[in-house]
């Protein structure tokens, strides 16, 4: 059975930290890896996909990294801002259309 | 252009009652996803709808979850007699179709509380 898991499960960081947050996947077979952003009542945001040919994605601030030998990905988030505030999961697809999701980690950045 | 939405934002019911869960994809969405998440938990795929293919209902949890989709717009999700158990987020999603670049469009979600 497919397993994802990140960690941290929280992080509270000052503003103008920068931080990494990891995802660790059981499934090597891989055709892409998701970042996406939840916000307290609304739906999950996409922030980044890697392909499975790739080993990272860049979208201003953030930066996501992958390792299909050893089952990991990271997403780095420089410069925190108070507005970064959110749970951040990450979601391994295999072949099909399923995605399967870590169950996130909080994140707070303090003003 | 509008998002995916969802009808009601919020539901509380009583165990053992019927609920029907509303998701109005992205126009020209031919993919269409529920999932669900409860407190503490990551999201748990439901079901999956592609165009006029037969639905992937591997995801449903038990025979009191049903869900239709009319064509490529609407779908309904229904969780018949209701239990404390089914409390939890209910999200849709939608995508243009299933390519490996294509991303997956949530929308806000049902809030379900069974008492």
């Known amino acids: 059975k497919q397993e994802v898991t990140q960690i941290p499960a929280a992080l509270s960081v000052p503003e103008g930290e920068n931080l990494v947050l990891n995802c660790s996947f059981t499934?090597?077979?891989?055709?892409?890896l998701q970042w996406f952003r939840q916000d307290p009542g609304k739906g999950l945001t996409s922030l980044l996909l890697?392909?499975?040919?790739?080993r990272e994605q860049t979208s201003g601030r953030l930066n996501a990294s992958l390792d299909k030998s050893s089952g990991r990905s990271t997403l780095y988030i420089a410069a925190s801002q108070p507005g970064d505030s959110a749970t951040y999961l990450c979601?391994?697809?295999?072949?099909?259309?399923?995605?399967?999701f870590g169950k996130g980690t909080l994140l707070t950045v303090n003003p | 252009g509008a998002g995916v939405s969802q009808s009601p934002s919020n539901k509380v019911t009583e165990k053992g009652k019927d609920v029907e869960l509303r998701c109005d994809p992205i126009?020209?969405?031919?993919?269409l996803y529920w999932y669900r998440q409860r407190l503490g938990q990551g999201l748990e795929f439901l079901i999956y709808?592609?165009?006029?293919?037969?639905?992937?209902k591997s995801g449903l949890p038990s025979d009191r979850f049903s869900a239709e989709r009319t064509g490529e717009s609407v779908s309904t999700l229904t969780i018949q007699r209701t239990q404390q158990e089914d409390s939890a987020v209910y999200l849709c999603?939608?995508?243009?179709?299933?390519?490996?670049?294509?991303?997956?469009?949530f929308g806000p979600g049902t809030r379900l509380l069974v008492l």
């Open positions: 499934d090597s077979a891989i055709y892409n």
């Open positions: 709808f592609q165009g006029n293919s037969a639905p992937d």
């Open positions: 999603a939608s995508s243009p179709g299933t390519g490996t670049q294509e991303t997956q469009y």
């Open positions: 979601a391994h697809r295999r072949s099909n259309y399923k995605l399967t």
């Open positions: 890697i392909q499975s040919s790739q």
């Open positions: 126009s020209g969405h031919t993919a």
